[in-house]
Each structure stands twice: as C-alpha cells, then as structure tokens.
C-alpha cells in the first residue's frame, strides 16, 4: 500500500531556479560546504509526533488531517505497523537520513508495563526491518514520560517514589531499543519536570531526585555499552508553569552541581530557546562556551504567541546566525537536525508533509551556505579577534594567568593619567556584512 502515491523517490535537488514545489532548491546532499558536504553537515532527521501521530487535533476541535494510517484499525498492533509503513515511506521518498521517535509513537501502551514493553520490543523489530531496507538511521530515541495521567506530577520530580520506579523502567526499555537501533542519541525532554505551584512543591528535593534519575541512565548507558550521547533537552515552561530545564544556562548549572556535565549535553530547540527569552543562536553559544552542545531540534516560533508552535523554520536569518554557532562549535557530532516541527491545522494535504520538510531544509541548507562562507572566510572571527587582542597581551596573559592581584591592578590605574581608548563594537557595520553573506548564499 502506497501512502503518499504524488511522491517519486526520492525528492531530487533541482537547484535555485527550479518551479518544482516538490524538489530541494537548496539542499544538495553531497555538496561540499566548508569541508564536509551538505548531508555530513546537516544531519536531517524527522519527528514520528507530529508527522506521523498528529491528525491536526487541539484543545479546540478534531483532527482536520488526511491521515489514513491514523484510521481505525481493531488491533493496536496492526495500526502501528500500517503507521510505521507510511513513515518510512515518506522517510525514503523525502531523502532525510535520520528519525527520531518517542516509546508511544511507534508502539501502543498495553494494560501493564509488560505489555507495554512486549509491544516496544515488537515495533523495534519492524522498524530495524524498516531501516535495513530503506537505509535509514536513528538520530535519537526517547520515552514519553509526559502523555499518561500516571505522570501528571512528573516523572524524576514525582513527589511519590513509585512514579520515579515506574519512569526508571520506562526509560530503561527506552534506552536499550535505542541502543539496538543504532541510535546515535538518546534525549531526556522533561516533560512535566517542573511545578504548577511553589505551595505544594519541595524544589531541592526534586532537584536531587532528577539528577540520581540521570546518574541512573548514564551508568545504564555505560552498562549496555551505548556510545550515543545522552542529551536534555532544556524548556521553560509548557505544559508546567516552571520547568527546571530552563534554558542551557540552567541545565549546565545543574549538571556541573550533580557531577553530570561530563556525561550529558543538551538537544537545543529553537522555539525553546525563544520561549526562555533568548534566541537560538545564542542558546547554540551558551552551549558550546559550556562543553556541552549536542544536537538541534529544529523549528521556530511566532513572534506574537507566547507558546510552543513548532512552525518549520522559514527564516533564513535566524537560521544562519545559529548554523554560524553550530560551525563555530565544531559541528555537529553525534547530533543533527531534527524537525520538531508540525504543520498548521489547515494544512490537511498529505503532501503538505513533503512541502513542510522540503522547505525546511532548503532554509537549513541556505543558511549552512551563508554560515559557511562567513566562517571559511573568517571574517566575523577577524572582527572577533582584532576585538579581544589586548587579552593576548602582558595585560590580558597576567591577568588571566593569575599574576596581577586587585592591588597590583590599582596600583597600575593609579600610575596612568589618561582614559584607555574606547574604540567601536562595530555592530551595524557587522549587521551589514552578515546581510552580504546571506544576500550572496549560493
Ligand atoms: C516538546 C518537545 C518534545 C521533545 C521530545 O516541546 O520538544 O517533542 O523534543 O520529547
Ligand atoms: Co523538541
């Protein structure tokens, strides 16, 4: 059966000046950009949830989409298989190389744990089938620890130890089908980690719970031999009011504290980043400033609604300035690009799928053209480094290596009569040479 019957396999680069809404304008896998090609460079995955578990349901009314493998089926089994068929069939004909899942994406939750876990085990086996024929790979898997009412106070942070055993379990079965896919990443996005209110939370106490939960995965990982990165992926709030992965600064602050930031990096989401107030250029520079940057969920969000959206990335602004940090930062290891990203309620089409994911590498692959010629050109790194110079003088080096004290620093400001020069941080000028490099991507 033939889910998506409009799609050849799979979608070709057809280059800038191509009418065709169903080719790459853009991303051309095996071109070569700043020493690797587009594909090693970009890592695309894309997201069973909202691709192949959403029907276009909100709080406000029904599905809307043309969703056949959502249909009714009288064996939970039976649907799962025909929704992993249409996933991997538009996997193949999109041409990303990557997927990413959550436990109750691919397989069903049973009556018990058991049942659940026997049904995890069944679906791991079709989609190893599945990535055999078709080649695909796994970016990352991850367990759903926010979706059944038994997690409504959380999962790690429960105040009742039972719920902490229960996600434990969950997340170890999680981590082992991970493990058996290739997976190159296992992600931790706490789902409702966080209070609703301060009145009836212990917060220290949730704190320390957390970290023995992610103390417990890391040596699991270790156990089973897993040579992924274990990732958190930070989020201020939604669905709680207060989530304790606020953003990399916090998540890197309660690593360090529960002597985790060796073992766990973090998945940064773009329409994250923005809800925590900053955006995702600089949440990618926090991350790689801490040692602790791993991969990207990519999306955007709007600027006039205050939650998450998870629109497809359109701008290839806001993309550049994050794929420049992700250069900056050495690229992209065992992390890559993940589209957590849905489409709008009105876009019922099932190719609608193929326009949101191909304009959205296109975005990508046009901003990894922008960023790479500005850092193979170095200039904004010129710029950088002209601006910090004094650090690497007598100055900056006895300084930052411990030789001058407060009073020494007093006593050489005491011996000057004159204003150290200011000199310009340039930015409009450097706006303007960004704008040059994207004007000019090609
Ligand atoms: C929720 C979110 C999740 C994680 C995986 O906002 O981003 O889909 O990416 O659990
Ligand atoms: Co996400």
Redesign the pocket.
């Known amino acids: 059966m033939t889910f998506f019957p409009d799609v050849e396999a799979p979608i070709a680069y057809e280059g800038p000046e191509s009418d065709n809404p169903l080719a790459f304008r853009w991303y051309d896998a095996e071109r070569s950009v700043a020493g690797r090609t587009m594909a090693e460079h970009l890592r695309f995955a894309v997201c069973y ?1 909202h691709s192949f578990n959403w029907d276009g349901f909100d709080i406000f009314g029904a599905g809307t989409m043309d969703r056949p493998w959502l249909g009714a089926q009288s064996d939970p089994m039976d649907a799962a298989r025909r929704k992993m068929d249409a996933a991997f069939e538009f996997f193949s004909k999109l041409g990303a190389p990557f997927w990413c899942f ?1 436990d109750r994406d691919i397989a069903p939750e049973g009556a018990t744990f058991a049942e659940s876990c026997r049904n995890l085990e069944a679906m791991v086996d079709e989609a190893a089938q599945h990535m055999e024929a078709t080649g695909m790979r796994l970016l990352w898997g ?1 367990a759903n620890l926010f979706s059944n009412p038994r997690y409504q106070a959380g999962a790690a942070t429960n105040p009742d130890p039972e719920l902490f055993a229960y996600a434990a379990g969950q997340v170890c079965q999680v981590l082992e089908a991970t493990h058996r896919l290739g997976g190159s990443n296992y ?1 931790l ?1 706490g ?1 409702r980690e966080g209070y609703e209110t301060l009145l009836n939370t212990d917060m220290g106490r949730e704190l320390e719970q957390l970290a023995r939960f992610l103390h417990l995965v890391v040596e699991h990982k270790h156990a089973i031999g897993f040579e992924g990165t274990i990732l958190i ?1 930070p ?1 201020p709030f939604e669905p709680t009011k207060h989530q304790y992965d606020y953003d990399v600064a916090a998540v890197h602050a309660f690593l360090q504290k529960y002597d985790l930031a060796e073992d766990v990096c973090v998945n940064i ?1 773009v329409n ?1 980043a923005t809800l925590s107030g900053h955006d995702f250029a600089h949440e990618v520079a926090a991350a790689a400033a801490a040692g602790i940057f791993g991969s990207i ?1 990519a999306n955007a969000g709007d600027d006039r609604l205050g939650w ?1 959206v998870d629109r497809f990335p359109v701008s290839v602004e806001q993309m550049t300035l994050g794929m420049y940090e992700i250069l900056r930062a050495g690229g992209f290891t065992t992390g890559g690009l993940n589209f ?1 990203a849905k489409l709008r309620r009105q876009s019922i089409d099932r190719n609608d799928l193929f326009h949101a994911h191909i304009g959205g590498m296109d975005t990508m692959a046009r901003a990894l053209l922008a960023a790479g010629a500005m850092w193979e050109d170095g200039a904004l790194e010129d710029i950088r480094r002209d601006r910090y110079a004094g650090w690497d003088g007598e100055l900056g080096t006895d300084i930052l290596d411990g030789r001058a004290t407060l009073a020494s620093l007093r006593e050489r400001t005491l011996g000057r009569d004159d204003e150290p020069t200011r000199v310009s941080g340039r930015q409009e000028e450097i706006e303007n040479l960004v704008a040059r490099y994207i004007e000019r991507a090609r």
């Open positions: 949830w959550h991850t992600v996005w789902g992926e989020k989401e994250h969920d998450d957590d």
